[in-house]
T-cell receptor
């Protein structure tokens, strides 16, 4: 069964460093998303991406964040200068159509620890 | 804006007993609703979704949920709990309009413990 994959599973970085989180969405899906879950808190929407551009973004997704689809299979989230409060589990998701019609399929997540 | 509230951050049931996990939504129009499950150290797996067809939705592993507009609820049930059902369960909502349909808003989650 097709699935969303994410690498690395765990990333440790120093405050102020740049990190790039990698995702490979399901191959025939057209919509891509990033969410995060700070320990003990809700899963929060960060950004959605369609047709090579951002569709929606939340207040969390400020200038420190960027997304890219560098080729036909990868979808990345870059945090330019990490802060302690960026420590969280980051989930990538994809859907074939708009979220309501199909549901979104999530990857296993990347745990980011900022020291 | 849509939101969901999950009543009960922790629920414990005995193996073989009924599972009932509660979710209430807030939305100006009937939304799309979802239940996801997260097993330890894994991602979010879609259990079932409501998209305005039948109000009683069946999902994987014998879970089902009923959309009740009058109660703004979408509670998740399973007739008989298995030990393998122990996990965290998230209710989520998505809007129908083009501007909001692309993001999911999650509840706080309910940790289900199944006792032998």
């Amino acid at each position: 069964e097709p699935e969303v994959t994410q690498t690395p599973s765990h990333q440790v970085t120093q405050m102020g460093q740049e990190v790039i989180l990698h995702c490979v969405p399901i191959s025939n899906h057209l919509y891509f998303y990033w969410y995060r879950q700070i320990l003990g808190q809700k899963v929060e929407f960060l950004v959605s991406f369609y047709n090579n551009e951002i569709s929606e973004k939340s207040e969390i997704f400020d200038d420190q964040f960027s997304v890219e689809r560098p080729d036909g299979s990868n979808f990345t989230l870059k945090i330019r200068s990490t802060k302690l409060e960026d420590s969280a589990m980051y989930f990538c998701a994809s859907s074939a159509g708009l979220a309501g019609a199909q549901g979104q399929f999530f990857g296993p997540g990347t745990r980011l620890t900022v020291l | 804006a849509q939101s969901v509230t999950q009543l009960g951050s922790h629920v414990s049931v005995s193996e073989g007993a009924l599972v009932l996990l509660r979710c209430n939504y807030s939305s100006s129009v009937p939304p799309y609703l979802f239940w996801y499950v997260q097993y330890p150290n894994q991602g979010l797996q879609l259990l079932l979704k409501y998209t305005s067809a039948a109000t009683l939705v069946k999902g994987i592993n014998d879970f089902e949920a009923e959309f009740k507009k009058s109660e703004t609820s979408f509670h998740l049930t399973k007739p008989s709990a298995h030990m393998s059902d122990a996990a965290e369960y998230f209710c989520a909502v998505s809007g129908r309009s083009s501007g909001s349909a692309r993001q999911l808003t999650f509840g706080s989650g309910t940790q289900l413990t199944v006792l032998p």
